[in-house]
T-cell receptor, first 111, second 113 residues
Framework: EAGVAQSPRYKIIEKRQSVAFWCNPI?????LYWYQQILGQGPKLLIQ????????DSQLPKDRFSAERLKGVDSTLKIQPAKLEDSAVYLC?????????FGPGTRLTVT | GENVEQHPSTLSVQEGDSAVIKCTYS??????FPWYKQELGKGPQLIID?????GEKKDQRIAVTLNKTAKHFSLHITETQPEDSAVYFC????????????FGTGTRLKVLA
């Protein structure tokens, strides 16, 4: 069974630029999550989708972050404009029930 | 708000010894407790989990115990090997049915050969 796919794996941008991350979940998983993991910390949930609807986006900085999950499968997370404090690993996970399976993440560096 | 505390933040053990990592959660509605292993440059990997109706679960060298009254759960690794070296995260589910996790702050485990 293929795991969660993410791209790109690494991205370096300057502050105030925009960036987008892509995630393809495990086939059949209805729930998709985006997490932000700052160095030395545990993952923090940004947004949770159930199929193509948002379940929880309470911790998503909506003035600069946006996410969508078209057709209930792939998802994109966008940051515009980026700030220095957005430097982190962005993890995508998917689940069919309680067990969440993570992708390899995208390491974002904002200079 | 919901919170998960994890201790210790770093742990060094000799190869073959046991390692124990402890977590405490605040939300009494939490009913699912997974543990993840994260190696450098990789995403977290689910290694074991436990539900609130079970007190202990074991999978080869790894075991997890849960004390719902005290809101504590622990990861036990026996006969540690160098390849067990990684960062370990505990998590607790949020309100029933949401599948949302709150993660602990992580424990960096070093197994010394």
């Amino acid at each position: 069974e293929a795991g969660v796919a993410q791209s790109p794996r690494y991205k370096i941008i300057e502050k105030r630029q925009s960036v987008a991350f892509w995630c393809n979940p495990i086939s059949g998983h209805a729930t998709l999550y985006w997490y932000q993991q700052i160095l030395g910390q545990g993952p923090k949930l940004l947004i949770q989708f159930q199929n193509n609807g948002v379940v929880d986006d309470s911790q998503l900085p909506k003035d600069r972050f946006s996410a969508e999950r078209l057709k209930g499968v792939d998802s994109t997370l966008k940051i515009q404009p980026a700030k220095l404090e957005d430097s982190a690993v962005y993890l995508c996970a998917s689940s069919a029930s309680y067990e969440q399976y993570f992708g390899p993440g995208t390491r974002l560096t904002v200079t | 708000g919901e919170n998960v505390e994890q201790h210790p933040s770093t742990l060094s053990v000799q190869e073959g010894d046991s390692a124990v990592i402890k977590c405490t959660y605040s939300d009494s509605a939490s009913n699912y407790f997974p543990w993840y292993k994260q190696e450098l440059g990789k995403g977290p990997q689910l290694i074991i989990d436990i539900r609130s109706n079970v007190g202990e679960k074991k999978d080869q060298r790894i075991a997890v115990t849960l004390n719902k009254t005290a809101k504590h759960f622990s990861l036990h690794i026996t006969e540690t090997q160098p390849e067990d070296s990684a960062v370990y995260f505990c998590a607790a589910s949020g309100a029933s049915g949401t599948y949302k996790y709150i993660f602990g702050t992580g424990t960096r485990l070093k197994v010394l050969a």
